[in-house]
Nanobody, 128 residues
């Protein structure tokens, strides 16, 4: 069983930045084989994909609503995936989740049911 723990959420004003982290409690070798994704869920809304990165970190995809503002990256030596969020807007307010897909290869944003493991989420609130 893989445990994923997110951190870095909080409250920020519009235009501000946050960096989310997600660390996986699994061997480095295993983590290096996973594709990692970030999702978000706003109150009353469905969980939606934000970004995904492949096992090696050289391929990533983003939802249209975050392109140019958010950046996903990973450090395989630290079993950690990051989501750098810039130019935050009130509509970015949501609980953000990281997820792991054991297949590892991505050719676009992966659907929610593609992922094998999920974190508990971290709240991001963008408000003035």
């Amino acid at each position: 069983q893989v445990q994923l723990v997110e951190s870095g959420g909080g409250a920020v004003q519009p235009g501000g930045s946050l960096r989310l982290s997600c660390i996986a409690s699994v061997s480095v070798r295993a983590f290096n084989s996973y594709a990692m994704g970030w999702f978000r869920q706003a109150p009353g809304q469905e969980r939606e994909p934000v970004a995904v990165i492949n096992w090696s970190g050289d391929t990533s995809y983003y939802a249209d609503f975050v392109k140019g503002r958010f950046s996903i990256s990973r450090d395989n030596a630290k079993n950690t995936v990051y989501l750098q969020m810039n130019s935050l807007k009130p509509e970015d307010t949501a609980v953000y989740y990281c997820a792991a897909d054991s297949y590892g290869v991505v050719d676009g944003l992966l659907p929610i049911n593609q992922y094998d493991f999920w974190g508990q989420g971290t709240q991001v609130t963008v408000s003035s």
